[in-house]
């Protein structure tokens, strides 16, 4: 009989891992059942451009289902939770989904309501977040319309998507000031949780460096406590303030609500506990997760979701055959940042190796932590790879699921 997998979330990881089975097992063999909230894949890298202009939401959205090979079943319903002693999903039209294996890739949900003031006044007026299609777009009309004044981007708290990408937002409006004539007239802050620009030391002395630049403050250590729309200022809990005409963002971040009605998947965050070289659930064998539902101590990032994909699609594989699983998922992170002036950097590192200096994938590729055209170029041209190889699992030859060392410069970098 027919093993039944079932996948919970068409996103980034959901429809790799689907169609990444689906090629790999026969139809006889497997099922495979993609269950999601909504119909609408968002390239979520896009979001970072919707506020400038340079990307539009029709152009980064498309169906869920025709993202998925056929032979794949796709349910359009929520999960209301999950019964991991009896084998269970349960959906939100009451109906309920058994699985032999499930995969938990329902991502990170954001949680704007957990920040006291954040929704109250000045919601979508001068306090945005471009992590929804909908702020970013309401973000690109209020940019286009400030012409001056404080302009505050913002991390209320670790983690978050795509740790780099309140920075790249930094980066770009600082290009979208200077292309307005009105750069001098804006007093440009970042404000972080962090001790420094980023997490990890080398690319945060590289990151700060831009930001000082371009001109652009840095707030460290700033725990936001409380967003005061009306009197416009961010209110740290240790009563520091920073005042704001304009501020961009981004929200607390938890997993989907239903893993906290699943008894035993998920930590106190909401993230699904998972082993960070097998990807199989810490509570039970036949549950996997992957991407930003996952605990791993990794960015919440589609890069990481796509090696992770590698890894965990061969040990769904090797669990259903009876054999040991593969412990071979390193942690690697591989992200372009974009810099603005049609310059990116990248940075690809894994759990034992920081973000180093020199070049990707190989002696002779990209250059790392060094901002290039060509970087920019590749930035670009992911969206094209997202929905045309990353999606479909397709192998891309020369990018692997494990960090590749060459290329990498070890020598005088400082700790
Ligand atoms: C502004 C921004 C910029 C980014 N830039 C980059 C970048 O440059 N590079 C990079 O690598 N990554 C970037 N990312 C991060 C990247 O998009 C995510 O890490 C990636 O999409 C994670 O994939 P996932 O499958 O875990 O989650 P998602 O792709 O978010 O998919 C989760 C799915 O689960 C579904 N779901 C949730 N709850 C339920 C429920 N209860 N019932 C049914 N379905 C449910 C959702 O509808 C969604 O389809 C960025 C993210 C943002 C927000």
New binding site residues.
Partial sequence: MAHRIVI????????LVANRLRRALDEHAAEIVV????DA?V???G??FVPFGLAHLDEITRP?RRQLHRGISFRL????HVDIAENEVHL?DGTTLPYDVLVV?????LVPEETAGMLGTGWMEKVFT??TPQG?SALHDALERFDGGRLVVGVVDMPI??P??PL?FCFLADWYLRERGVRAEVDLQYVTPLDSAFTKPEAARTLGGILEDKGVGLVTEFNIGEVDGAGGRLVGYDGREVPFDLAVLVPLHGG???VGRSPGLGDALGFVRTDPHTLQSVATPNVFA????ADLPT????????FEGDVLVANIRLFLAGEPLDASYDGHT???IETGFGKALLIDFNYGTEPLPGHFPTEIGLPLLKESRLNHLG?LM?QWFYWHALLPGRDVPGIASAMPSRGKHTAGVAS
């Fill in positions: 919970l979330g068409g996103g980034t990881g959901g429809t269950v999601d909230q909504d894949h390239y979520q890298p979001l970072l869920r319903c929520p999960v209301d939100g890739a329902t991502g990170a949900a471009f992590y970013a998507k795509c780099v990408a790249e989907a609500p239903y992957l991407g930003d539902a960015s919440k990032a589609g890069s990481v979701t796509h591989n992200c372009f930035k992911f």
